[in-house]
């Protein structure tokens, strides 16, 4: 933009008498007109990138956080209050400096009555901005509790205060009836007692975390581990408040004296503590994973190791799991779970119904299997996707087993005498044996509909077996599930012809394809890429951030009941989970494509396969804290709601959002720019109509300096040959090298695509006047041309600098509107997109906004580039109305490409 000023200030300096039109005075009195009319377009053209953006935001899969929020407010309120002043300025008495305002949507601004007639304009501007500030704040945080409560005191209404894993199993522990299972001892330290621990932290963590979201998504996974670490190790060096320490020392010793008589430890009672956040355990965001869990605590360490716990909400998958479902870290309130550790025979995870879809069926229907998946020792193995695991499927209705899957098992995790776990050897008698009995799996499976049944929804269940044979729960959350798909694949795994590797099992149902990127170690993380196979050799929970990127995933131990593939259902990503040897046999695969369903790695791109699988899961922003804070600012800044320039209503006080006060500007500075003139005489003669080959056209020039020659100045109507502007005469090139042969033919479709949305818009109909149809304007200099054109429904502007500088040359461009539907307006702009991208322009389509830039370049590339725009401009038009009939779309993207390339080389007739 250096360059562009540079320019501006050629343009517009003092040059004295111009031939005795005018003097100086009057002269450089317009061009400071000119010059605010210039910064109130930019500002205007920017504010409607903001607001697409956010458009763009609400409406699409993409991952983004507060900080994106609250800097799309920020700038667009601060673009919009400068077009305000800007007016000011341009059309009466006003502020004679434009200044940024502090907050989201602008400042409380102390100015001087304006005196003119958009007086109401900056109050209006004050109610709309206190507006979208109160839909940015955080909601009110839990209600305050007791530092610690028990377990047993808890039910599924106490999320907010012992979050969803606590108060799940609290309610589950009043509901199970004796005989089907036992839940441990244990208690909640609360989200009142984390405030109060963090109450020292949370401005400075907050501080870090949006430094680090303004470097947006380049700024990598090596910046994200570099935060997690300094914000763990801030969070694990802060004392506990010496009351919170008290209350947990006073609740855990209670704990560990009634646990000694319940038959779950003894005298050498060891603990668990697991994370219970707001938030956690909730369908569609479980957090499986995401957050530390320590097994096998003494009582003495619980205080110390309770912070590493909370520490763990700002894990780097933690933080990137937050992102993807929109979630505010100031709405996360971190509780944590204690229980008695059960000393475990086996343990596992159940599953109500199967996952993948394959038997999908409603809450407590008869139908379909339940999956129990065990390992000897403790369930940890299981969840973490560090150990193969058993696998029993069991009818619904009967309970009766229907398969079983025995995995080679050559270890078992178990609680350590001195503290935590460890990993022991399986006696080798036991590798090949089940780790349940049938009647044993019936338990289990009875647990898990037992469970379904009370919350009305699938559920995902781990569960322990102690060493007498009680059965314990010790976690449940809502099961996703997929919807069942028509066709499963009905061949066998064997029988898939040409397959680099077969076997495993569908952890994530679907098929994807992508390059293969075999992660073998923590430092791969930084180098994956987006598209990417994802191929490991376990299914660990800490790959889960790299799912926003994957295309699938294929790893060779874990489970469909790993914490890896709960993520992987809720990213829509396929995942083929225990496929033995994956990492050897597909090191040097290239692309492949990977079918969950079939249980098969495929070379190449294979379309069968690809056609077969449902599209991705939508995306998970939507609903979630931070898309809810995006949608209700954006009521207040995206609909324009005052369309009729010429309208009694056309007035500041009935501007309702941020947009309405972009449209009042907009429309008012082209009022006052070129048919009122304000408090400044415009020079005799400033606007010039232009003649072209005898012919008078909807065009009308402003010269800014040297845009026409001597003779040119002397005229009311201009002829084209008087034009000086290199690059006005460089789009009028392109704009008249091909005649126009109209409209194209419209299908019956297309006809009344328009004429819905005609009728939706008033505005948008030329019959009624209205100033889509006002003239057209060039301004222009020697160098510098802006074009503001409007054609009934279609707006387009056109700036650009063509010097002898490269450096400061440049052209920009924007396209939108339409008489068709959005869907039709839509692809149009992507057609013309790609067109333009063919020929070096930098291309952005924001709904139906075409954004293009071009810049750098020779003047002679310049010119032809300019010769492109035009074409584009007179050419595309209406195109979109034929946009429904692929056919017919890609027949006129061919004629445009054969068209600029008979401009571009002087062959056009």
Avoid at 99 to 122: E, I, R, T
Avoid at 267 to 278: K, Q
Avoid at 792 to 814: K, T
Wanted: a negative charge; aromatic letters at 4%.
């Amino acid at each position: 933009m250096k360059g562009l000023l540079n320019v501006f200030t050629s343009l517009f300096s003092p040059s004295g008498k111009e031939r005795g039109e005018v003097d100086a005075a009057v002269l450089a009195a317009f061009r400071e007109r000119c010059r605010t009319f210039k910064r109130l377009l930019s500002s205007n053209h920017e504010a409607l990138q903001c607001m697409a953006r956010m458009e763009e935001l609400l409406s699409g899969d993409a991952p983004f956080g507060m900080h994106t929020v609250n800097e799309l407010c920020t700038r667009t309120g601060t673009l919009v209050f400068q077009m305000v002043r800007l007016l000011e300025r341009l059309d009466g008495p006003g502020a004679e400096n434009v200044s940024s305002p502090d907050s989201a949507a602008g400042p409380d601004v102390d100015s001087k009555p304006a005196g003119n007639a958009h007086a109401a304009l900056q109050a209006r501007f004050r109610e709309i901005g206190a507006r979208v500030t109160e839909a940015l704040r955080a909601p009110v945080s839990a209600p305050d509790a007791p530092p610690v409560l028990r377990l047993a005191d808890l039910d599924a209404s106490m999320a907010r205060v012992a979050g969803g894993k606590a108060a799940n199993l609290g309610e589950a522990a009043r509901a199970l009836p004796p005989d089907v299972a036992r839940v441990p001892l244990g208690v909640v330290v609360t989200t009142t007692a984390f405030r109060r621990f963090m109450a020292d932290l949370s401005e400075d963590i907050a501080a870090r975390i949006t430094a680090r979201d303004a470097g947006g998504p380049e700024a990598g996974l090596d910046t994200a581990y570099a935060l997690s670490s300094a914000l763990q190790q801030r969070v694990t060096a802060a004392p506990l408040p010496d009351d919170l320490a008290a209350s947990l020392r006073e609740a855990v010793a209670a704990l560990a004296s009634e646990t000694g008589g319940a038959g779950e430890g003894g005298p050498g009672v060891r603990l668990a503590l697991r994370s219970s956040a707001v938030g956690e355990d909730a369908a569609g965001s479980s957090f499986a994973g995401q957050y530390r869990s320590v097994l096998g605590v003494s009582p003495e360490d619980a205080p110390d190791l309770y912070k590493h716990v909370v520490a763990s909400k700002y894990g780097v998958t933690a933080m990137a799991y937050r992102l993807a479902h929109g979630l505010r870290d100031e709405d996360v309130d971190m509780a944590v779970l204690i229980t008695a550790m059960i000393d475990a025979r086996c343990g596992g995870v159940a599953y109500s119904t199967d996952p993948a879809g394959s038997s999908e069926v409603p809450a407590g229907s008869g139908a379909g299997r339940v999956l129990v998946h065990a390992v000897p020792g403790l369930p940890k193995a299981v969840v973490d996707g560090s150990l193969d695991v058993d696998r029993f499927e069991l009818d619904r209705a009967t309970l009766e087993v229907a398969h079983v899957h025995v995995a080679h098992k050559t270890a078992r995790l178990a609680v350590d005498a001195g503290a935590g776990v460890r990993e022991e050897s399986l006696d080798e008698s036991l590798a090949d044996a089940p780790c349940l009995s049938a009647a044993e799996a019936r338990a289990v499976a009875r647990l898990a509909l037992e469970l379904e049944r009370h919350f009305g929804c699938p559920q995902d269940v781990e569960w322990a077996l102690d060493r007498a044979g009680v059965l314990y729960l010790l976690q449940c959350r809502p099961l996703q599930v997929r919807a069942a798909r028509e066709a499963r694949a009905a061949a066998p795994s064997g029988a898939v012809a040409g397959a680099l590797a077969l076997g495993g099992v569908a952890a994530s149902p679907g098929a994807a394809c992508g390059p293969v990127f075999v992660l073998r170690k923590q430092a791969d993380a930084l180098r994956f890429p987006q598209g990417a196979v994802l191929v490991t050799a376990q299914a660990l929970p800490g790959w889960a951030p790299l799912l926003a990127k994957a295309a699938a995933v294929v790893t060779e131990h874990g489970s469909q009941a790993g914490h890896l593939a709960t993520v992987a259902r809720e990213y829509g990503v396929p995942a083929l989970m225990g496929l033995e040897d994956a990492c050897a046999l597909l090191a040097d695969a290239g692309e492949v494509t990977v079918d969950a369903d079939r249980l098969a790695v495929l070379p190449g791109r294979d379309e069968a396969a690809l056609a077969r699988s449902r599209p991705r899961s939508a995306g998970l922003m939507a609903g979630s804290a931070v898309h809810e804070a995006l949608r209700r600012a954006a009521e207040h800044v995206v609909p324009l709601r005052l369309l009729d320039p010429d309208g009694p209503d056309f007035r500041p006080e009935n501007c309702r959002t941020l947009h309405d006060v972009t449209r009042y500007c907009h429309e008012k500075a082209v009022h006052a720019m070129f048919h009122k003139g304000g408090d400044v005489a415009f020079p005799q003669g400033a606007s010039r109509r232009l003649s072209c080959g005898g012919k008078t056209m909807q065009y009308w020039i402003i010269d800014l300096q040297d845009g026409l020659d001597e003779a040119g100045r002397d005229r009311r109507t201009v002829r084209l040959e008087d034009v000086r502007s290199v690059p006005m005469l460089a789009l009028w090139r392109g704009m008249t090298a091909v005649q126009w042969a109209g409209p194209p033919a419209v299908d019956a479709k297309g006809f009344m695509s328009v004429v819905v949305e005609a009728s939706m818009n008033p505005d948008l109909d030329p019959a009624m006047g209205s100033p889509m149809a006002m003239r057209n304007y060039f301004m222009i200099s020697r160098d510098f041309m802006s074009l503001q054109s409007r054609f009934g429904f279609h707006f387009c502007s056109v700036e650009a600098v063509i010097g002898e500088r490269d450096e400061q040359n440049f052209a920009c461009f924007q396209f939108k509107g339409g008489a068709a539907s959005m869907e039709r307006r839509v692809a149009r702009a992507a057609l013309v997109g790609e067109v333009m991208a063919e020929h070096g322009f930098l291309t952005e389509v924001r709904a139906d906004n075409l954004y293009a830039r071009i810049e750098h370049l020779p003047a002679a590339r310049m010119e032809d580039a300019l010769a492109i725009l035009g074409h584009l401009i007179v050419h595309t038009r209406q195109l979109d109305m034929v946009m429904g009939s692929p056919e017919r779309a890609r027949a006129e993207a061919d004629k445009l490409r054969a068209d600029l390339a008979a401009v571009l080389g002087g062959t056009a007739p």
